[in-house]
């Protein structure tokens, strides 16, 4: 029963890609009507064939009409019909799936993406189209301004973890740090571009006595900003040397240790006191003896 069932099966599949074969015979003979026909009306060239057989592969000289007329089915049909694998297509060159791919990126449009965000592009094609105005963009008041508050956060940043060094040292705390870094970073990067972008449309439609009312107040504030500048670091001096001294005066002679050792005794009783010297008091082991079950 199984040899007979095993000769169906394969008799059913011969005679499926047969009729297959007669699809196809009959597909490519209207083809060839066709191109005959707009041949002969003209509306195509006539094709030379007698340099086609060049560009056939293996199998190209067997005529499928021969399996027809009782030719065995031989492994040319199979490798036809068989599932070819998946490869690089022939419009893009990619294997399917690598356009959702991350790390297939077009380094052309990333470098453009680049030069277009990065602010002293900017500036330096503002310099390059507007050069008899001959405007600084790092005197901008806003820019100046926000310069200002990035060098408070940081100083308040140092303060910070000057204290928690002196309490404990956490690697936690640094990659926190480091990712807060990271976002300031974008976002001071975003802001300074779309500053960037709001002056070079501002400073277009300003007149000439415009332009330099901007620019003495720029001045003003440049001289107002050296000025702060003096008076910060002038008064981050001083806090570093009350720190040192009182780092000085905690660590001179173990005096933080003799302080706890006052507050302990302050709160303590004598009862407390008697016990933890007990070790001292009974010095022999006839004391001990005596005073085990007490204890």
């Keep these: 029963m199984g040899r007979v069932w095993k000769a169906e099966q394969k008799h059913e599949a011969e005679q499926k ?41 293996p199998g190209s000289h067997i005529k499928q009409e021969e399996y027809l007329m009782g030719r065995p089915v031989d492994k040319y049909i199979f490798e036809k019909y068989e599932q070819k694998e998946s490869g ?19 380094s052309v ?49 140092k303060d910070k973890k000057k204290k928690h060094k002196k309490r404990h040292r956490k690697s936690s705390d640094s990659e926190s740090s480091s990712s807060e870094d990271e976002r300031f970073a974008k976002k001071y990067q975003s802001s ?13 439609n300003l007149s000439a006595e415009d332009l330099e009312q ?24 001083r806090q570093d040397e009350k720190e040192r001294e ?10 933080f240790i003799h302080e706890m050792k006052l507050e302990s005794a302050s709160t303590s009783s004598l009862e407390d006191r008697v016990k933890r010297n007990i070790h001292s008091i009974q010095r022999t082991p006839v004391a001990l003896e005596k005073s085990f079950m007490k204890r």
């Design 88 to 106: 690089p297509s022939e419009e893009t060159g990619l294997l399917p799936g690598t356009i959702f791919s991350t790390n297939a990126s077009n």
């Design 17 to 57: 890609k047969i009729n297959e074969l007669q699809k196809e015979l009959q597909q490519e003979r209207a083809r060839e009507e066709m191109q005959r026909y707009a041949e002969s009306t003209g509306a195509v060239k006539k094709k030379d064939d007698r340099l086609d057989w060049m560009y056939q592969g």
């Design 246 to 255: 009182v780092e000085k005066k905690d660590t001179r002679d173990g005096k």
């Design 214 to 237: 901007k620019r003495k107040e720029m001045m003003e504030f440049a001289s107002w900003r050296d000025k702060e500048r003096v008076s910060n670091i002038e008064r981050y001096k």
């Design 109 to 157: 449009q990333d470098l453009a993406a680049k030069i277009r965000e990065d602010p002293l592009f900017l500036i330096r094609s503002v310099s390059i189209t507007f050069p008899e105005r001959n405007i600084k963009l790092v005197s901008i008041p806003s820019i100046l301004f926000m310069l200002q508050q990035n060098l408070k956060k940081k100083s308040k940043k």
């Design 192 to 204: 300074c571009i779309s500053i960037t972008c709001n002056f070079l449309c501002f400073f277009r």
